[in-house]
């Protein structure tokens, strides 16, 4: 197929792709795929749109990963904001970027690129707070995925009844939470909870410290005068948390990254027996929101998380 | 910001994506140096281990007959992780679980074997919870269920201990024995804590067909006599007797795949909604099918089944041998290698529907599948200019090897004429979801560890299918019995199979 425009896209995006106007978005995706049949290349079901707002640096390592994420059946759409009200569009089999993309047309893109009667998830990695609360109308699933989030976290706080919102961080955080709560399943251990007197978090990232420590705050049974303390320790390691230890009457309930930094520790105590060993698996960006298009669902916990930890400074 | 008020016992699990996990457990392996062992359930409890899903407490304790030390059994551990767990090496996680295993050696008939156990079970620290797994040679489930009670292994020693036990196939080998195992196992443990296993009923796309009919509105309302011709399930093999000469030659395929695993599937296709999602609900709407089948015996003749054994031919690009040049195979044996039947439902869904059933060993494909034939079209008005007959609508669910679902359906061929030909559309489990399908034996040991046996064969279910399943036998017993047909390894079957369908004026699916 020939590009029909040569406009201002990205450098790096979607480097397999044809640069169309937003108009021939839709007979690009006819061609291509007329031209897989040809190929006589495996045809695959699609299960969902995906759409990605965010600057042009954070785009390319998020279409990366959706190519990445195997064999799920997806249409990426992946959106840059500027000033153009007739951007540039580059089309591959499965993806389309649009560069440049006034933030006032960002939800009329969507809604005429997304696949019908199939869920959409927006994933969202920067751009206008108020485009933000727009595209929530269109999108089953709102993925959060910035660096400073707490204008964002504010915003989203107030779009709970709209649609189901996360944060990647918080996919990142789920096997922490869960290693945590299976010990939890222990009686003596949430007998020990009870009197709980300080929570410290060693984290890489401080907004998943505040994330886990509004988790822990929403979801215990708080006692008066519990704390909580959270040291943001840089690391070049992609694992959320370093550390968090549960200082209770009894022995203090801990996590803790192992050396190897293959799996985490969860110990209540000294006692081996309740002690588990949890891989930390791959924390790649593919391998997270492969996990969060499997979720359709309002996350309650989370949004009760979000909200404690909008109150909880690192 | 305050709690939860309705999140359980455990207020960290309300929201966890990652589901809960059992209480904890003590799982009890019998045939613990076996190949069931080594093969499924050590790879199913590290994969269960990595998606966090064993309990904070947990403990493997293997039993069998072989010498081997706590150590020796945990280095089998680690063995069996590098040859069929796609762990090639010992991990930080393998290396957790291992100190969690541990070994007592014994004769299963021997009471010492089970003080053995007890002292094991003290001095290992394992919960109250325990689950036992029978992995061994039926003839001794009852046995073990005796010396295990005598022992009194069967009771709990505490308010929040709880017993299960996990019976493998076969459930006996006809009518009478697995009435007599189910009142032995019963005289112990109540149905609840009993989990017959069918790794059938653990694989995705079975438990999907439950979902496939229940959770779509389009399919239910024409899943009956008025719009399905007929139903056809096969499951075929390439293999042939390989290691289980001794264990085929007593059992064959009617008692090897269709007493169990073939009936828990066209029950499944056949069986009305469930009020819910649960274990009993399910299972009695399943029974119900089974109760609904007509006999396969008439007047001493088993008429609607073909029997057969393969004799010497090509498969899978190379020379087999016969079944009965098969080492440990009897020259003269009369074992059925292949089953062809026809099952009729006497009930208002399915009258007049038949469900054909095949299965054999050394076939051309390994492939199961069930597929639902949909009735022609009442009158073919494009016979005028498309006289090529049109072909029924066709759906077919995959169980095997590629997992999935596909719809025949008739178009139009482009072009200025009016042609018509057949096309499939096509659902790939795998493709679709881009995630991996977890292995039957890791879905089945959860769903015991949590007590749900929505995926395990009920005593009633049991004992319904070797009433259709026995008489066959006595009537293959019989003197004036006609000798199993023959087939050549790589064939489809015999020609009698083909002519049991034939007679009703259809045709196997070529697979």
Known sequence: ?314 | MTAPQNSGANPLLDGLRIEPTPAPTALVIFGASGDLTRRKLLPALYHLSRAQRLPARFTVVGVARSEMTDDQFRDQFHASLKEFGDVPKPDDLSAALARRLFYVQGEMDDTALYEKLVAKLKTCGAPDGVLFYLAVPPMVYGTIADRLAAAHLTEPQNADGWRRLIVEKPFGTDLDSAKALNQRLHKYLDESQIFRIDHYLGKETVQNLLVFRFANGMFEPVWNRRYIDHVQITAAETVGVEQRAAYYEGAGALRDMVQNHLMQVLALVGMEPPITFSAESVRDRKLDVILSMQPFVANGDADHVVRAQYTGGWVNGAPVPGYREEAGVSPDSTTETYIALRAYLDSWRWAGVPFYIRTGKRLPKRTTEIAIQFRKPPLHIFSRVSPTPISPNLLIVNVQPDEGISVRFEAKLPGTRMQLAPVMMNFRYGSAFGRPVPEAYETLLLDAMLGDATLYARHDFVEASWALVTPIHHAWASPTAKAPATYEAGDWGPREADELIAADGRRWRTL
């Open chain 1, 1 to 314: 197929m020939e590009d029909a425009v040569t406009g201002k896209m990205i450098d790096g995006l979607l480097p397999a792709g044809h640069d169309v106007k937003f108009s021939e978005i839709e007979a690009a995706f006819a061609r291509l795929a007329h031209d897989r049949r040809r190929r006589r290349a495996p045809a695959r079901a699609l299960i969902a749109t995906v759409i990605v707002v965010g600057p042009p640096e954070q785009l390319i390592p998020a279409a990366e990963a959706i190519e990445h994420i195997g064999d799920v059946g997806v249409r990426a759409i992946l959106i840059s904001e500027g000033n153009q009200t007739e951007p540039v569009a580059r089309v591959t089999d499965n993806a389309v970027a649009v560069s440049g993309l006034a933030p006032g047309y960002l939800n009329n893109a969507v809604a005429a690129l997304r696949l019908s009667s199939l869920p959409a998830a927006v994933w969202w990695r920067g751009g206008s707070t108020a485009a933000f609360a727009d595209i929530a109308e269109l999108a089953d699933r709102l993925i959060m995925d910035i660096d400073q989030p707490d204008d964002l976290w504010s915003a989203a706080v107030r779009l709970f009844d709209r649609t189901a919102l996360t944060d990647l961080r918080w996919t990142a955080l789920t096997r922490w939470r869960a290693a945590l709560a299976h010990l939890f399943d222990l009686p003596n251990v949430r007998r020990s909870a009870a009197r709980l007197k300080t929570v410290m978090i060693n984290a890489a990232d401080g907004p998943s410290g505040r994330l886990f420590a509004g988790w822990l705050r929403s979801s215990l049974p708080w006692p008066s005068g519990a704390t909580i303390s959270i040291r943001v320790t840089h690391t070049q390691h992609a694992s959320p948390l370093e550390c968090v230890t549960l200082e209770c009457d009894g022995p203090p309930i801990t996590l803790k990254m192992r050396e190897g930094r293959a799996c985490f520790e969860a110990t209540a105590g000294n006692s081996s027996e309740s002690g588990r060993i949890v891989p930390t698996e791959e924390m790649s960006l593919s391998s997270l929101i492969g996990e969060e298009l499997g979720v359709r669902t309002r996350d309650l916990a989370f949004e009760r998380a979000l909200i404690a930890a909008r109150e909880i400074r690192a």
